[in-house]
């Protein structure tokens, strides 16, 4: 299985500022996820991230509050912008080949006060 | 929609009392739907992926099966370290996974 790292692991942040998430992976990978997990809630997909194309979000997500990057098969950064206390959560990248498995990074836990 | 549900929300064994989750479906075009267990401040660890109804996969003491509307997953003879949270997550294409609210499972020694 595909080995996953985030940085940074935790952080906390001030309202109004930005925090940008990375998520390496030590192989190559077509097909990256960032998922939100609020307090106490299961996981919620943000955005598909493939390499060479634009990412799809899904339905409550946008680009200019969470634009990801995905600039090779074994990279990609999500940017959580103009923070406010509703978006402290934990954030979790995952990689999947195919409809067979799909594994996640550690997860960067976001405090925003 | 896609949806999920996941009962019980929280489930408390003794080692060694054998139980069943459950997770509920709705889903076109199922592609697979994973299992994860999910320990306190980490990411998902991916147990199993079903395909098909009928399908069983195990891995040490749990069994994942699936029907058309459900999934179950077994725990035989459980022991304190599998007390974790249990999700599962349809995909109806793409990889997109739909996570249900889990089953919080607490095994006492």
């Known amino acids: 299985s595909a080995v996953i790292s985030q940085k940074p692991s935790r952080d906390i942040c001030q309202r109004g500022t930005s925090l940008t998430i990375q998520c390496q992976v030590d192989s190559q990978v077509t097909m990256m996820f960032w998922y939100r997990q609020q307090p106490g809630q299961s996981l919620t997909l943000i955005a598909t991230a493939n390499q060479g194309s634009e990412a799809t979000y899904e339905s409550g997500f946008v680009i200019d509050k969470f634009p990801i990057s995905r600039p090779n098969l074994t990279f990609s950064t999500l940017t959580v912008s103009n923070m406010s206390p509703e978006d402290s959560s934990i954030y979790l990248c995952?990689?999947?080949?195919?409809?067979?498995?799909?594994?996640f990074g550690p997860g960067t836990r976001l405090t925003v006060l | 929609e896609d949806q999920v549900t996941q009962s019980p929300e929280a489930l408390r064994l003794q080692e060694g009392e054998s139980s069943s989750l459950n997770c509920s479906y709705t889903?076109?075009?199922?592609?697979?739907l994973f299992w994860y267990r999910q320990d306190p401040g980490k990411g998902p660890e991916f147990l199993f992926t079903l395909y098909s109804a009928g399908e069983e996969k195990e891995k040490e003491r749990l069994k994942a099966t699936l029907t058309k509307k459900e999934s179950f997953l077994h725990i035989t003879a459980p022991k304190p370290e599998d007390s974790a949270t249990y999700l599962c997550a349809p995909s109806g294409g793409a990889q997109k996974l739909v996570f249900g609210q889990g089953t919080r499972l607490t095994i006492n020694p």
């Open positions: 995952s990689v999947g080949e195919g409809d067979n498995e799909q594994f």
């Open positions: 889903v076109s075009g199922l592609r697979g």
